[in-house]
């Protein structure tokens, strides 16, 4: 059975079938070392995962609201729109009542 589910999968020397996972991820264009065509290839190997890299300079994510209206319906709107910057929380988010016990 191991070998079957090797030979199906795939592992980081042997990535064996195609990818079978899709990942989505911000670069920054400006980074020292930051080559997309080789995060591309490096998440394929140690993930067998098809990576889709997005421009991210400055920590702006606005391009991925481009690259994800890009692949959607338009007769099915996006529930919010999506932040330009992704940031922490500052506060934690309130316990209700019914979990505080």
Same mark, same amino acid.
């Given at each position: 059975?191991?070998?079957?589910?090797?030979?199906?999968?795939?592992?980081?020397? $042997?990535?064996? /079938?195609?990818? #079978?996972?899709? %990942?989505? *991820?911000?670069?920054?264009?400006?980074?020292?070392?930051? @080559?997309?065509?080789?995060?591309?290839?490096?998440?394929?190997?140690?993930?067998?995962?098809?990576?889709?890299?997005?421009?991210?300079?400055?920590? $702006?994510?606005? /391009?991925?609201? #481009?690259?994800? %209206?890009? *692949?959607?319906?338009?007769?099915?709107?996006?529930?919010? @729109?999506?932040?330009?910057?992704?940031?922490?929380?500052?506060?934690?988010?309130?316990?209700?009542?019914?979990?505080?016990?």
């Amino acid at each position: 059975m191991l070998r079957e589910v090797g030979d199906r999968t795939g592992t980081r020397i $042997d990535p064996g /079938a195609a990818p #079978r996972h899709v %990942a989505v *991820m911000a670069w920054d264009p400006d980074a020292e070392g930051n @080559d997309p065509g080789t995060l591309v290839r490096r998440a394929e190997i140690a993930y067998g995962a098809q990576l889709i890299p997005y421009p991210a300079p400055k920590n $702006d994510h606005s /391009a991925l609201a #481009r690259l994800l %209206a890009g *692949m959607t319906d338009g007769r099915f709107p996006p529930a919010a @729109d999506a932040p330009a910057s992704v940031t922490a929380s500052p506060e934690p988010l309130p316990v209700s009542s019914a979990m505080a016990g």
